[in-house]
Nanobody, 115 residues
């Protein structure tokens, strides 16, 4: 079965950085476009970034462009989200997802940006 396990979240000060990880199993990871989403309190879940099968094509939401970087390691079945210049609007639960083939979600990892 598809399993996605997000990790790396925590409390960080404004302007700080975090790297999130998502360990995937139960499908052919290297054949799957992957994405990161986030959901802040009282707001809808939104797409943050996506990455193609071999990492050659990446896309970002305008709100994170230039600050976040998505990457993947197909040998480790892991997708990453490097986050920098964090601000309070980045506070959310972050989830990774297969871009297609079903609506599978992990437990998410909480990112809180606060001084």
């Amino acid at each position: 079965q598809v399993r996605l396990v997000e990790s790396g979240g925590g409390l960080v000060q404004p302007g700080g950085s975090l790297r999130l990880s998502c360990a995937a199993s139960g499908f052919t990871f290297s054949s799957s476009t992957m994405s990161w989403h986030r959901q802040a309190p009282g707001k809808e879940r939104m797409l943050v970034a996506s990455i193609s099968r071999t990492g050659g094509i990446t896309t970002y939401a305008d709100s994170v462009k230039g600050r976040f970087a998505i990457s993947r390691d197909n040998n480790k079945n892991t997708v990453y989200l490097q986050m920098a210049s964090l601000n309070s609007e980045d506070t959310a639960v972050y989830y990774c997802k297969k871009a297609s083939g079903g609506d599978y979600w992990g437990q998410g990892t909480q990112v809180t940006v606060s001084s």
